[in-house]
């Protein structure tokens, strides 16, 4: 079977930590290398976690990069109330013995792309910096790339504030400058992520499956789980960056629409919001195919058989 080559940029984050074990349980990837970058914990812990993970699925050969340890212009901001102070809160996993990559996770993308014989898809799990980074730096890359799909932003509401979502919140400015890029995106937001729950059966589910990845897993979604569904009020917590590697492997899971999307840079009340012309209001040609609808039972059905091979 051709596999298709894959680059992860990520910020592991409990969602990123499954979204990675269901790439590694997919037989269809060829992961070329894993960035990391400053998000829902320092850069410290995301880099580390990843390695983590690694270990856990038993692929220690998988190289680990880490990248930028700060958004581009902002401040940043950090998410341990939803992924606890390391985050990978309710994980048992012992400090990684694998090594950090030397190289820098954005000059591993940029000499990964320019080298590249094939295009390469590149699936992005945390904020944009890197990616972000690696255009501004060297723009030869972006006919090297397949295409770039997104977790990230949403059409109708926000997470951290009542318009933006974390990734794009915590770097708006890069968030910017990759819709501004001419790549092919495709953006999962929260309207999709909001409705991919992990409701209480279908974590005891995980946990069924009985194995060192499924255990370890369950106990991150259960913690994970509590200040989702306090917040928002939904029967589960939201599997975001799972989207994105289930896309990627069946996009038939997904409904989604070609459509303008831009990043708001300058407002206070709505900075990091991804505005996304629905009706084409603004007579712009669109940047980004929006997913708008998942099939949430097929998404849980894959994910555990995936899970279960691991
Ligand atoms: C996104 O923010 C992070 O907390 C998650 O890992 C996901 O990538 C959801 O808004
Ligand atoms: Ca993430």
């Given at each position: 079977m051709p596999t298709r080559p894959l680059i992860i940029d990520c910020d592991p984050g409990i969602d990123d930590a499954i979204a990675l074990l269901l790439a590694f349980a997919s037989?269809?990837?060829?992961?070329l290398g894993i960035t990391t970058v400053a998000g829902n914990v320092p850069l410290p812990f995301t880099q580390s976690n990843a390695r983590k993970i690694c270990e856990l699925a038993n692929r220690r050969e998988v190289r680990v990069y880490a990248g930028c340890p700060r958004p581009m212009m902002r401040v940043m901001e950090t998410a341990e109330r939803v992924h606890g102070k390391t985050g990978l809160q309710g994980a048992t996993l012992p400090?990684?013995?694998m090594p950090l990559q030397p190289q820098h996770g954005v000059e591993f993308l940029i000499s990964t792309l320019m080298q590249a014989s094939e295009p390469i898809t590149v699936a992005t799990l945390g904020p944009l910096t890197n990616l972000a980074i690696a255009l501004i730096q060297e723009p030869g890359i972006i006919p090297k790339i397949q295409e770039v799909v997104i977790m990230g932003g949403a059409a109708s509401q926000g997470n951290?504030?009542?318009?933006?979502e974390f990734n794009f919140y915590a770097d708006p400015h890069a968030a910017s400058v990759v819709f501004t890029s001419g790549l092919p995106l495709t953006m999962i937001g929260l309207d999709v992520t909001h409705t991919v729950l992990t409701t209480p059966e279908r974590l005891e589910q995980i946990r069924a499956i009985a194995t060192p990845v499924a255990h370890q897993s369950a106990n991150m979604l259960a913690t994970y789980g509590t200040h989702d569904v306090e917040k928002f009020g939904m029967p589960g917590s939201p599997l975001h960056d799972p989207c994105v590697i289930a896309y990627l492997l069946q996009p038939d899971l997904f409904v989604g629409k070609s459509l303008y999307v831009a990043i708001e840079t300058?407002?206070?009340?709505?900075?990091?919001?991804?505005?996304?012309?629905l009706w084409g209001s603004h007579g712009q040609p669109a940047n980004a195919q929006v997913?708008?609808?998942?099939?949430a039972a097929g998404f849980y059905q894959l994910l555990l058989e995936r899970l279960a091979s691991l």
């Open positions: 037989p269809e990837f060829e992961i400090e990684p013995e951290v504030t009542a318009s933006a300058q407002s206070e009340l709505t900075f990091g919001k991804s505005v996304v012309d997913i708008l609808q998942a099939n």
